[in-house]
């Protein structure tokens, strides 16, 4: 059962070599007035209960000309996961990103954010982050951290994959050992 959940999330989540995602379920853009600001891609590989989530801002947008993410990698033991903890944030591209829980903003909610938190807020989810500053010379032109956090994220732009996604990820915790907070 293990294998079969962790294949299916590879596989649905992550483009196959040599194509292109046909559902680019790991990238999520930002527009601000009609016009791309910001993009990433996200990537998602699970092996025996340790998943690698790996997302890179793409070059040459707006917002990757004063700091642009080379990447972003955390490193996740999905028995460190509250499986009752997975959280869904909808949002809008066209919106600069924007949450869409009130409908009076009549957005186009196509995209969404899913939330993985560990089991009691620990702080167990190795994260490396390098950033590169374009506009600086030197030893200030990269940036590179290393971190432990409590949560991190996916990203989806197909609203009709999202809860196949989430409930696969829920087994995989689940298999893998990952257990509720008490509280």
Not at 119 to 146: F, M, Q, T, W
Request: glycine share 4%; net charge negative.
């Amino acid at each position: 059962m293990l294998k079969e959940t962790t294949d299916w999330i590879n596989d649905t989540y992550n483009p196959r070599p040599g194509e292109m995602s046909y559902k680019n379920h790991g990238i999520n853009w930002k527009e601000l007035k009609n016009a791309t600001q910001d993009e990433w891609t996200t990537s998602l590989h699970i092996d025996n209960c340790v998943a690698l989530i790996e997302a890179k801002q793409t070059p040459g947008f707006p917002l990757a000309a004063e700091a642009f993410t080379v990447s972003d990698t955390q490193y996740v033991n999905m028995a460190d996961i509250d499986p009752s903890r997975i959280t869904i944030e909808i949002t809008s591209s066209q919106a600069y990103g924007m949450r869409c829980d009130d409908p009076n903003l009549r957005l186009n909610c196509n995209q969404a954010d899913i939330g993985l938190h560990t089991r009691n807020d620990r702080r167990l989810i190795k994260s490396k982050r390098v950033v590169e500053y374009p506009k600086l010379k030197g030893a200030d032109h990269r940036n590179i951290s290393d971190t432990m956090e409590d949560s991190t994220y996916l990203y989806v732009n197909d609203l009709e994959y999202l809860p196949r996604l989430v409930a696969a990820l829920k087994r995989e915790i689940d298999l893998c050992g990952g257990k509720p907070s008490p509280f």
